[in-house]
């Protein structure tokens, strides 16, 4: 049912949604570094677009987070990660007692019915105006549909009730932009601290954009060849989802050892795409791993940001047209430096990897 939310058609459509967002955002970078000499926490900035664009183009709303700070939403959804995390190292707070007395469970309650109540008035919004236009065409044109009007249309012939849609909108909500602003913020963190790469990636959109200031689209997308290797190197050497988790169903062998039924197995991209067998000197950025004879070399679960397999991310596409639509705004734009170097910004694995020290760039406006 999801799948054709994610045919390359539909996520052409989208392509000016990115732009403009993307847009946005490098507007509101130049007027926060205007006259400004330090280095710009830019990790707010990047959640506020990404969240703005997969509000469009899932829910097909706008929720502006970019010009209205502070969005609820953005706010929740980042107390949830810190909620998550706590739960997930610390023990007591399975126990229920333990969770009322220290006020977990009332913080946990306090943003999930933020993240929840927003996505459910969208939903009651978007019900609404597909049943008043009499269940043909949302708002009467032809106009692109965002993923919540297709699930809405088959509600019905899918057997789906209100909740089933909720849970879907809520993931896609999720999984569409906080990964996405890790991906973004790291690749930037990445070339901000190797001058090298982002040379490359200057002159190849120089080439592409030949310094007009015009929109980005889907073949200028296709050419950005180089940003490409930057992008997936980021994703290897920091994943937005560091790892993820399965129940065992039945029991099966994995080298010698035997894994049982009901036991869980936690699937690690941070450590896999740090293995310093594939990837030898792990911890250096070097986008050259990602030509086509170095990909060639390796075991292709070697390197599985988003996944493999039937369960695989079904939003990679657009994830990666999204991320190479931001960056290069940002690079047309702005050169990066930063006083600290790629390591010195510990990862934190939460439910996504976060930068412990956000991402401070120093953005100088390139003529
Ligand atoms: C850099 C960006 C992204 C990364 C690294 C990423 C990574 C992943 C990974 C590792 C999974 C598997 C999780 C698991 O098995 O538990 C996954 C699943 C999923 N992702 Fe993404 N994702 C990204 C962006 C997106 C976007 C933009 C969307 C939607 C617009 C999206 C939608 C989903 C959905 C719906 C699933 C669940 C699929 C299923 O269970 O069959 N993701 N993603």
Redesign the pocket.
């Known amino acids: 049912m ?1 799948t054709p939310s ?1 045919h390359f058609n539909v996520l052409n459509d989208f392509q000016a949604v990115f732009d403009y967002q993307a847009k946005i955002l490098v507007d509101q970078l130049e007027v926060a570094a205007a006259g400004n000499s330090e280095a710009i926490d830019t990790f707010p900035y990047i959640k506020r677009c990404a969240l703005d664009i ?1 509000c469009e ?2 829910m097909g709303t706008t929720v502006n987070a970019q010009t209205n700070h502070n969005h609820p939403y953005v706010i929740a959804v980042a107390e949830m990660n810190n909620l998550a995390f706590k739960f997930q190292r610390m023990p007591w707070l399975w126990l229920k007692p333990i969770r009322h007395l220290t006020g977990f469970e009332a913080d946990h309650q306090r943003n999930l019915n933020i993240v929840t109540s927003f996505t459910k008035n969208v939903i009651e919004r978007k019900t609404k105006e597909f049943e008043e236009s009499g269940g043909v065409d949302v708002d009467g044109s032809n106009k692109k549909k965002a ?1 919540l009007d297709m699930l809405i249309e088959m509600r019905e012939d899918g057997g789906l009730v209100y909740e089933d849609l909720r849970e ?1 909108v809520d ?2 909500m999720f ?3 906080d ?2 602003s ?3 913020g790291w690749a930037l963190w990445c070339l901000a601290s190797h001058p090298e790469y982002q040379k490359r990636c200057h002159e190849e959109l120089d080439t592409i954009f030949e310094s007009s200031t015009r929109e980005c689209t889907v073949d200028d997308i296709r050419k950005m060849k180089y940003l490409e290797k930057c992008v997936k190197e980021a ?1 290897r050497i920091r ?3 560091p790892q ?3 129940t065992v169903d039945e029991e099966f062998e994995i080298d010698g050892t035997i894994l049982p039924r009901g036991c869980s197995l936690l ?1 690690s ?1 941070a450590f896999i795409q740090n293995n310093p067998r594939t990837f030898p000197n792990h911890e250096t950025y070097d986008p050259e791993r990602f030509s086509e004879e170095e990909i060639a070399k390796r075991h292709a679960y070697s390197y ?4 493999a397999g ?7 596409k ?3 047209q ?2 190479k639509t931001v960056i290069s705004w940002v690079l047309r734009r702005f050169e990066l430096s930063s006083d600290l170097e790629l390591l010195d910004n510990l990862p934190l694995p939460e439910t ?1 990897m976060r930068p412990t020290r956000g991402f401070p760039l120093k953005l100088t406006v390139r003529n």
């Open positions: 999801l994610f997969i183009t899932a993923f879907e993931t896609f999984e569409g932009h990964t996405t890790a991906g973004i994703l994943p937005s989802v993820f988790a399965r699937v991209p599985i940001p988003f996944s039937p369960r695989n991310c079904i939003g990679q657009f994830a990666m999204e991320e996504i």
